[in-house]
């Protein structure tokens, strides 16, 4: 029997939570979506992350939704880098994108 939880949503979060569940099957899918129904709901959920106030609303809804989670921390990526991953991840991942640029600057 699979268990079955109700989970209040504030209002304020509604539409975030909406479009993250959105984004999460659009990601996971095996059906492919249009471009442009992927980059509104994108552009839609962006601009509603970049509204939301740091906090254990924001911290739950990253932590239920990868995608979002994501798509957040490519938002905040300019002040925070990979502020969502784990340091070790973040240096490896760093270190590896500078030496692939060194390679293709290479003549």
């Known amino acids: ?8 949503i504030p209002e304020r ?9 959105l984004l999460q099957r659009l990601e996971t899918s095996a059906e492919r979506s249009s471009a442009d129904q992927y980059r509104a709901v994108v552009r ?3 601009d509603e992350l970049s509204r939301a106030e740091p906090g254990a609303e924001l911290e739950a809804l990253l932590n ?7 798509l957040y921390e490519n938002q905040q990526y300019a002040q925070a880098g990979l ?4 340091l070790e991840l973040s240096l490896n991942t760093e270190q590896q994108a500078r030496k692939e640029i060194e390679r293709i600057a290479r003549p």
């Open 64 to 70: 239920t939704f990868p995608a979002a989670a994501e």
């Open 13 to 21: 979060w509604r539409v975030a939570v909406t479009l993250a569940q």
């Open 83 to 86: 502020c969502r991953q784990p």
């Open 1 to 8: 029997m699979k268990d079955a939880r109700t989970i209040e």
């Open 44 to 46: 839609h959920l962006a």
